[in-house]
């Protein structure tokens, strides 16, 4: 076994020379020439950073670093104070023997001799020669490497031992560039270990040494760039949540957007779901309590402060479901007195002018987000009518601001607030438009459908927006499509369809919540999509943003022959869209919505794609899904499948239609089902069933299926209907009863005869 420690490295005793120009650089160079050849060990440099320690850290006259403090000259764009740190650290050199021990650990890691046990063995010894010099280790830029690799190798004993001696020191630790990723390495370790409850209350101990300093010196941690990520991380760790998700607030604005407009379903609040571990409840309400309460002396900082913004938003997304703390926190980060803040009366009338103001500032912005989200109910209603009321246009025109009101539209959930909204924003669709400010409109549409209010008021006052009453509604769709060229062109009347140029997002995810709407509302949109061009109507499908709006179409509730009427302009086309990753979607879409002979139109232009589509991602399913081998080699046998199927859908929908049309009419297969839509979970499962049935040669709903006979199922076991699974039990019940019948005579017979023996 090998042995790492005091007395296993006997070359740890031999010093290696170091000049004294050496000793002005603030770390040994020699190491560091020697580490900036490892792969490993490489990270990016802060921005605007100089030298080893990134832009928290700066050296003073004799080389040393002050490690632990925030830039005094900081300054906030809304705030002309500066914020100085409350207490600093003065980081000493890393003599040279102990450099070369770690330095052979390092390197004995690196050749990959070492058993699990050894390793475990080999980093407790070391994390011992650490005691009294954890602070120097942890922030050393090539140290601090292998300082990481201890920790996660080492037994929970140890980290326990590591964190307890560098308690003190662990804020400084925290906020240094390279001591924040030993830091965050121990809370992963930690929270590793918690999958063996008997360590909770040695981890708890530990926890509370840290959390005490961190609340000692709360400001410099969170509104510092390195201290900020550790402490979430620390944050959820107490709450029982993986570290890795401490960036779950740092969302894509796309996926926020995709959920804020029903494109997406919306994730849980707050991490639930994603528990790893019971986490250390009451840990963490000291923790945030006296963070803030330590804070709220200089909450203006924390409200506009980029990475103390994050720590807070942090907390009120942990705080989901835990209102009172709810309704204490945010009246506070709003700036109220705590005195004046009652229950029924949480934001105070005096606040509002500057928090209208704190919005337009990105920090803040964010922040808000965050707040309307968490705020309870009666919190929230008092943030419309208070604090948005009347600063609705004028916020939605900010770059910043505008954000905010997206959430708030996002989130209001009664029809009156809607209401309100309504009458601030819904008049000005064109200047919003105008200004760039298409996220405000397209979260407004989504509201709409979702509340079921001023659906076709928002249809009109779109239109109005990008087609005049003198124009044809041809226009309306690709105006859309291209909502920024249209309203940054200086002579609208004479601008057309730009050729070759991609698609604004923003405006495909507008018109894809329009086709959503019922199709009385949507007649002008229905027109335009219909009345374009060939040529441009195959520009939308191949581009990546344009066809989610076709896809939207056609599973609208337009007409059937209408749908028809958009994908014969594609005709001819439907090979290249199909090597496309975005558009092979499309050609899905298309094949579901065509009657018979235009599916036989676009499988045979597949047909001779066949081995460039099976080497596409989306290729393969395409290939299966519209059968484009059977049809290759048996047509008569496909286009018989498709009769079949054709014949199951209409008698199923004729059979059980849906609640909101009883009527037995279709136009043929798949023509126009939107008029008897069921909901889509069911409608794909019934799809799925009958290309089951019509494969197998069983017809669907065929009285076959209620015979009691099984079928193979897909992972070899059988596969019951329910009708003959009920016939079934009712047989075995049958049975059962039965044998229960001879056994009671049976057992009276056999009695009779005991007692006529006697």
């Known amino acids: 076994m090998v042995s790492v420690g005091s007395r296993a490295l006997t070359s740890r005793r031999h010093r290696t020379f170091i000049s004294a120009e050496d000793h002005s650089m603030g770390e040994d160079k020699l190491t560091c020439k020697s580490g900036r050849k490892k792969n490993a060990m490489s990270r990016k440099p802060e921005r605007g950073g100089h030298g080893l320690d990134g832009n928290n850290t700066h050296k003073n006259a004799s080389g040393m670093m002050d490690g632990g403090t925030l830039n005094s000259n900081k300054k906030f764009s809304n705030n002309k104070s500066t914020f100085a740190p409350q207490s600093s650290v003065i980081r000493k050199q890393v003599d040279p023997e102990t450099t070369k021990y770690f330095t052979e650990i390092s390197n004995l890691f690196e050749s990959d001799n070492v058993d699990f046990e050894e390793r475990t063995v080999i980093c407790g010894n070391a994390l011992e020669e650490a005691v009294g010099k954890e602070f120097e280790l942890a922030t050393d830029y090539i140290i601090s490497h292998t300082m990481q690799s201890l920790l996660e190798g080492c037994n929970v004993d140890d980290l326990c031992n590591f964190l307890h001696g560098c308690a003190n020191q662990f804020p400084f630790i925290a906020m240094d560039r390279s001591g924040s990723h030993v830091a965050e390495t121990a809370i992963k370790s930690l929270a ?15 926890l509370k040494a840290i959390c005490k300093e961190i609340v000692a010196n709360s400001l410099d941690v969170m509104c510092n760039c390195h201290g900020s990520h550790v402490l979430r991380s620390l944050l959820h760790l107490c709450k029982g949540l ?40 009451e840990l963490l309400k000291l923790l945030i309590s006296g963070m803030l309460k330590g804070a709220r002396k200089n909450v203006r900082i924390l409200q506009v402060d980029q990475y103390g913004s994050l720590v807070i938003q942090t907390i009120l997304k942990l705080l989901v479901g835990e209102d009172d703390e709810l309704r204490h926190i945010i009246p506070t980060l709003l700036g109220c007195s705590e005195k004046d803040v009652i229950e029924g009366n949480y934001v105070q009338i005096s606040v509002v002018p500057d928090v209208v103001d704190l919005m337009k500032e990105t920090a803040f912005s964010h922040l808000m987000e965050v707040i309307l989200e968490v705020a309870p109910e009666n919190l929230f209603n008092e943030l419309v009518t208070k604090i948005f009321q009347n600063s609705l246009f004028e916020l939605s025109l900010h770059p910043c601001g505008n954000f905010a009101v997206q959430a708030l539209i996002y989130h209001i959930k009664h029809k009156d607030q809607m209401e309100l909204v309504w009458s601030e924003i819904g008049t000005k669709v064109r200047d919003l438009l105008e200004m760039g400010r298409s996220g405000v409109v397209a979260s407004l549409i989504a509201t709409s459908q979702r509340l079921q209010t001023h659906e076709q008021k928002c249809c009109e006052a779109l239109v109005r927006a990008v087609c005049s009453t003198d124009e044809s509604p041809k226009c309306i769709v690709p105006r859309i499509l291209f909502i920024d060229r249209y309203f940054f062109c200086e002579d609208k009347a004479k601008w057309d369809f730009p050729s070759g140029v991609k698609m604004h997002v923003m405006g495909s995810l507008i018109l894809q919540a329009v086709f959503r709407y019922r199709t009385s509302l949507i007649q002008p949109y229905i027109t335009s999509i219909t009345s374009m061009e060939d040529n441009h109507v195959l520009e939308v499908a191949k581009d990546s943003s344009g066809s989610r709006v076709i896809e939207a179409f056609l599973d609208s509730d337009a007409p059937a022959k209408l749908k028809r009427r958009l994908i014969m302009k594609l005709r001819g086309h439907f090979g290249e869209l199909s090597v496309q990753s975005s558009s092979s979607y499309t050609v899905e879409k298309c094949y579901n919505s065509s009657n018979m002979s235009l599916r036989e139109a676009i499988v045979s232009e597949l047909v001779v794609l066949r081995s460039d589509l099976s080497k596409t991602k989306q290729g393969p399913h395409l290939l299966r899904k519209l059968d484009v081998e059977g049809f290759a080699s048996r047509p008569d046998q496909w286009r018989s499948k498709q009769a079949s199927r054709e014949s199951a859908y209409k008698e199923f929908h004729d ?3 849906s609640c909101k049309s009883k009527s037995p009419k279709t136009e043929g297969f798949l023509a126009d089902n939107s008029k008897h839509r069921s909901h889509p979970k069911d409608v794909k499962m019934t799809r799925q069933e009958i290309e089951h049935h019509t494969t197998s040669g069983i017809p669907f709903l065929s009285k076959a299926g209620f015979k009691g006979k099984t079928e193979t199922g897909r992972h070899g076991g059988k596969k019951h209907s329910r009708a003959s699974m009920d016939i079934d039990i009712s047989e075995g019940k049958t049975k059962t009863s039965k044998r229960k019948r001879n056994k009671n005579q049976s057992e009276n017979a056999a009695s009779g005869k005991r007692k006529r023996k006697m």
Request: aromatic share 10%; proline share 9%; hydrophobic share 30%.
């Open 192 to 206: 590793m270990h918690l999958q063996d409850e008997d360590v909770y209350p040695l981890v708890e101990d530990t």
């Open 242 to 281: 993986p570290p890795e998700s401490s960036d779950f607030h740092t969302r894509k604005s796309s996926t926020t957007l995709a959920e804020r407009l029903n494109v997406k379903a919306p994730r849980f609040n707050g991490g639930h779901g994603f528990h790893i571990a019971r986490g250390f409840p």
């Open 655 to 657: 059979t059980f239609g």
